[in-house]
């Protein structure tokens, strides 16, 4: 069965540090990966997503992902956060062909301005 | 502005009561489905529907009942709530396969 790991449950972080969220996932076929932004008290937004191709991912508000295939995993990346970043991040999996979404539990991001 | 819209935004029931979630898409998407959220658990599917006229389980079906009405209406039904089924539930669609999901703006659900 496919599940999706996130390391971290809470981080915290000031005004222009750097961010990586972990993310792993196991299934040993093709995967599409996608990463979701949730602000408080609002519905999941689309951050970016990996299909296939350039490994490297640029999503929206400067995010970036980076799928290794390798290590199973696709972690995401900002090199400067702001206070506006604060909120919760899910990592997702999908290697069905119904389009079924296998989430990690997700991670609170709060950014100290 | 089209998108996902789930009705209602927040609802207090008592233990034992019925009540059904309702969930529409204005964007022809094909494919539905329900979450719900709960703090440190992320989304755990309940119901999805591939396609008008089927649904299937997914990870927390018990407790729950679906019905998709039509392509663009998939609604969520409590027949008799419980206080562990207190959570946010979340819409969702597709227009087909693994494309990106939408999300529609969750339901707030307390059972007391």
């Known amino acids: 069965a496919q599940s999706v790991s996130q390391h971290n449950h809470h981080v915290i972080l000031s005004e222009a540090a750097s961010l990586e969220l972990g993310c792993n996932y196991s299934?040993?076929?093709?995967?599409?990966l996608f990463w979701y932004v949730q602000y408080p008290g609002q519905h999941l937004q689309l951050l970016l997503k990996?299909?296939?191709?350039?490994?490297l991912v640029k999503g929206i508000k400067g995010f970036e992902a980076e799928f290794i295939k390798s290590k199973f995993s696709f972690n995401l990346r900002k090199p400067s956060v702001q206070w506006s970043d604060t909120a919760e991040y899910f990592c997702?999996?999908?290697?069905?062909?119904?389009?079924?979404?296998?989430f990690g539990k997700g991670t609170k991001l709060s950014v100290k301005p | 502005n089209a998108g996902v819209t789930q009705t209602p935004k927040f609802q207090v029931l008592k233990t034992g009561q019925s009540m059904t979630l309702q969930c529409a898409q204005d964007m022809n998407h094909n494919s539905m489905y329900w979450y719900r959220q709960d703090p440190g658990m992320g989304l755990r599917l309940i119901y999805y529907s591939a396609s008008e006229g089927t649904t299937d389980k997914g990870e927390v079906p018990n407790g729950y009942n679906v019905s998709r009405l039509n392509k663009r209406e998939f609604s969520l039904r409590l027949e008799s709530a419980a206080p562990s089924q207190t959570s946010v539930y979340f819409c969702?669609?597709?227009?087909?396969?693994?494309?990106?999901?939408?999300f529609g703006d969750g339901t707030r659900l307390s059972i007391l």
């Open positions: 990996y299909f296939s191709g350039d490994p």
């Open positions: 299934y040993g076929g093709t995967v599409n």
């Open positions: 969702a669609s597709i227009p087909h396969g693994n494309q990106p999901q939408h």
């Open positions: 997702a999996v999908n290697g069905g062909s119904q389009g079924n979404l296998i």
